[in-house]
């Protein structure tokens, strides 16, 4: 008779989303994002590792991770706090989830969107890192025609690519994703300029210089046939075993390339369009020009790089000023 009574109660009770709807909206979110919003691989997975995390953390909780409530998830950000997380992995977390249950919300499988009012912890604003010209021309030096001394040396087809790699990260800031994305119908050697596609396949043409220009043509009249052989391919960026250079050997080249220059080795290629964004803006670009070449959605974005160009003025007329501070 009790059993029959708790099932009872159980039947007049609405019953609650667990852990198995919330997963199935989980993936439902990320086709969204593929098809909706156009976001990449690396965005998704992104998502749904963060996402995953939080749904772990509600099962452990023995919460409905749908029906939380906005200080359910301030105790969520609190474990993460607690366990160490940088105020970065903890604000993106958060993110995860106020686009997680905005979808929600707008998709009617939710009527609150307790994620809305919460606030993620304040991150120091960090100037970005750039590299100083004269290691830039060490840099560029590792794979060129010559060395950082001007002496003559020998191009295989692999430092053909890596030279034109580099050069054109810094003449034109692409992200490391958009260069192994680059196609060769997307070059333009006669007009002297490159298309890539940047976050959601934003499209976007930015002017090549002279140098990078000789580089990639070098490397594509002589280089390129050498390390695609007889395999179709319309990447531009070809590896040694004659597929598309993936962003992990991009990142791998370039590491190589700080080795053999005596870099830092915490430089990234990311540096690289830093290094590129605030070399504009020092000679005289301006800031609506940068945001269009870096493709940047918002103007505020692109301004931190003249905060940065101050502060190396700023540095200048310390070292360099009767009255300065030495």
């Known amino acids: 008779m009790a059993k029959e009574k708790a099932a009872d109660l159980r039947n007049n009770q609405e019953e609650p989303l667990g852990g198995e709807a919330a997963a199935a909206c989980l993936e439902s979110f990320c086709k969204a994002l593929a098809t909706e919003r156009n976001a990449s691989e690396h965005t998704i997975r992104a998502y749904r590792i963060d996402l995953n995390d939080y749904l772990a953390w509600a099962a452990r909780q023995s919460l409905d991770p749908l029906k939380v409530t906005h200080r359910q998830l301030r105790l969520y950000l609190g474990e993460l706090e607690r366990a160490q997380y940088s105020h970065t992995t903890i604000n993106r977390r958060l993110s995860a989830l106020k686009g997680f249950f905005r979808w929600l919300t707008v998709t009617g499988s939710v009527q609150a969107d307790p994620a809305n009012v919460l606030q993620g912890p304040k991150r120091p604003k960090h100037l970005p890192h750039t590299i100083q010209p004269a290691h830039m021309v060490r840099l560029l030096s590792v794979y060129g ?21 580099l050069e054109l990260l810094y003449a034109c800031g692409a992200r490391i994703s958009e260069v192994s994305g680059l196609r060769c119908g997307n070059v333009d050697f006669a007009n002297a300029q490159v298309k890539v596609f940047g976050k959601g396949s934003k499209e976007r043409i930015i002017p090549l210089h002279a140098m990078a220009l000789y ?6 009249d002589i280089a ?10 319309d990447a531009f960026f070809i ?88």
Do not use: W
């Not at 580089?215 to 594509?220: A, G, P, Q």
């Not at 390129?224 to 391919?233: D, F, H, I, N, T």
């Not at 991009?250 to 390339?257: I, N, Q, S, Y």
């Not at 700080?258 to 605030?278: C, E, I, Q, W, Y």
């Open 145 to 165: 025609k010559r060395d950082a001394q001007g002496a003559p040396r020998e191009q295989s087809p692999v430092d053909m690519r890596n030279q034109a790699i």
């Open 215 to 220: 580089s990639m043509r070098t490397y594509y």
């Open 224 to 233: 390129r046939p050498k390390l695609v052989g007889a395999r179709p391919s």
């Open 239 to 326: 590896s040694t075993r004659g597929n598309q250079m993936t962003t992990d050997a991009l990142r791998k080249m370039f590491k190589e390339a700080l080795a053999k220059a005596g870099l830092d080795p915490t430089l990234s290629p990311h540096d690289m369009r830093h290094t590129f964004a605030t070399d504009l803006l020092e000679g005289g670009a301006d800031l609506r020009s940068v945001q269009e070449m870096l493709g940047h959605a918002s103007l505020s974005t692109t301004q931190i790089y003249t905060h940065l160009s101050a502060a190396r003025l700023r540095e200048v007329h310390s070292k360099a000023h009767p009255r300065g501070f030495r």
